[in-house]
Nanobody, 125 residues
């Protein structure tokens, strides 16, 4: 069964760090682009950070640039989102998505094939 499963969310204070994981099963992650998206309460889903299969194309939203870093460990079939200096406005459900490399047209293109169910990140004092 092809799926991606997120983990690592939780409740943290402003300024803290979290690392989210996106574990792939049923397919070989190294051939796929992976993206992280988030949806805050009452807001539309937004693209946070994406990386192509070859890692030569990455996208990071301006709102998290300099604080969030996406990385992939193909040996573990896992992609990570390292989130530092978290702010209350980073609160939301974080979801990862995957698409085969030949069908990747950019983070915000809407071409994603597989979606996880999300993990909740709450940043609050």
């Amino acid at each position: 069964q092809v799926q991606v499963v997120e983990s690592g969310g939780g409740l943290v204070q402003p300024g803290d760090s979290l690392r989210l994981s996106c574990a792939a099963s049923g397919f070989t992650l190294e051939y796929y682009a992976i993206g992280w998206f988030r949806q805050a309460p009452g807001k539309e889903r937004e693209g946070v950070s994406c990386v192509s299969a070859s890692e030569d194309d990455t996208y990071t939203a301006d709102s998290v640039k300099g604080r969030f870093t996406i990385s992939r460990d193909n040996a573990k079939n896992t992609v990570y989102l390292q989130m530092n200096s978290l702010k209350p406005e980073d609160t939301g459900v974080y979801t990862c998505a995957a698409v085969y490399r030949a069908r990747y047209y950019g983070c915000l293109s809407g071409s994603w094939s597989y979606w996880g169910k999300g993990t909740l990140v709450t940043v609050s004092s």
